[in-house]
Structure formats: C-alpha cells, structure tokens
C-alpha cells in the first residue's frame, strides 16, 4: 500500500488549503482512512478519520473548521481546512491500516504517507 500526500503550503491565519492522499495497492474503499499531525516536538496526534462506509469523526479542536471526504473512484481522501489558525502548523500525515472502522490511535495504523508540511503564519 502506498499513500501519497500533496496540498500543504504556507497560508496566513484564517486561510483555507486542502490536502489530498492518493492511495494505492489495494481496494481504497475497503478500509478507514486517517489525518494525524504531527508538530515540532509533540507526538503525532489524531485529527480526524473517514470510515469506508463513510461516517467522519474529529479531535475536538477541529471541528466546524476540517472535513474529510473520501473519492472511491479516485482512491483519493482529502482534508479540507478552513479557519486555520497558528496551531495548525504540523507536519500532515494520512494513513490507513486493516480496519474499516473509526480508530484514533496511530499505531493502530499499519501504512503512512510521508507527509506534507502546512504552515500557518502571518
């Protein structure tokens, strides 16, 4: 499995970006896919998860502002970000392991990406 990330970059506060992750080497809409981040010297937290049947769940400190969405027929999930604010700086990272459930707990998950950086600076 393989999982590629895009869509970081740097934006101001209150700025909107979305990120995408192509996945690859087996049937995408099987499996639960997750956004975790991690920013400099903090662990890799949670940030929110798409179950393959597609229900959504999110750390508290994103919601009304993230969604996430899965495209079967692309093999792609995205995380659209609005409202981004200073702590949202963090590497990106989407991930998915053999569940089709929700889990938050990263080392559930069995195959990552390899990041993209968002910056959130004035």
């Known amino acids: 499995v393989q999982l590629v990330e895009s869509g ?3 934006v101001q506060p209150g700025g909107s970006l979305r990120l995408s992750c192509a996945a ?6 099987s499996y639960a896919m997750g956004w975790f981040r991690q920013a400099p010297g903090k662990e890799r937290e949670f940030v929110a ?15 009304g502002r993230f969604n996430i969405s ?6 792609t999930v995205y995380l659209q970000m609005n409202s981004l604010n ?20 990263p080392d559930f ?3 990552w990406g ?3 950086q968002v910056t959130v600076s004035s």
Request: net charge positive; with cysteine.
């Open 114 to 116: 390899q990041g993209t």
């Open 70 to 75: 899965r495209d079967n027929a692309k093999n």
């Open 8 to 10: 970081g970059g740097l």
């Open 24 to 29: 690859s080497g087996r049937t995408f809409s």
């Open 86 to 105: 200073t702590e949202d700086t963090a590497v990106y990272y989407c991930a998915t392991g053999d569940f089709r459930v929700a889990v938050r707990r």
């Open 49 to 63: 998860t798409i179950e393959s049947g597609g229900s959504t769940y999110y750390t508290d400190s994103v919601k």
């Open 109 to 111: 998950y069995k195959y």
